[in-house]
């Protein structure tokens, strides 16, 4: 089993930055791709960003690219999310997820196993 925990979203003026942590129980966290999703108030969660188990590798949803930069420490079992020139429309709820399943897209929040209860991001003046 592996438990996610996310910290770091807040309430923040547009053009402002946050960084997001996930903090992964679980000693096969190294193993595994993980990503980053949102959800906003009516609308499905959507993609944002995926690493590999090495951190070498890394896709951003098309919305997102240039501004945000996802990474990973195994040795702290964290991914973190750095957001850059944040938007009114970046405002969601923020979820880490783990454990992709290299069959499916890693766009689709069905190749992820393991999810975390989300951390919420306002982007407002």
């Known amino acids: 089993q592996v438990q996610l925990v996310e910290s770091g979203g807040g309430l923040v003026q547009p053009g402002g930055s946050l960084r997001l942590s996930c903090a992964a129980s679980g000693r096969t966290f190294s193993r595994y791709d993980m990503g980053w999703f949102r959800q906003a108030p009516g609308k499905e969660r959507e993609f944002v960003a995926t690493i590999n188990w090495s951190g070498g590798s890394t896709y951003y949803a098309d919305s997102v690219k240039g501004r945000f930069t996802i990474s990973r420490d195994n040795a702290k079992n964290t991914v973190y999310l750095q957001m850059n020139s944040l938007k009114p429309e970046d405002t969601a709820l923020y979820y880490c997820?783990?454990?992709?399943?290299?069959?499916?897209?890693?766009?689709?929040?069905?190749?992820?196993?393991?999810w975390g209860l989300g951390t919420q991001v306002t982007v407002s003046s």
């Open positions: 997820a783990s454990h992709r399943n290299p069959v499916d897209s890693y766009t689709s929040p069905k190749a992820y196993r393991y």
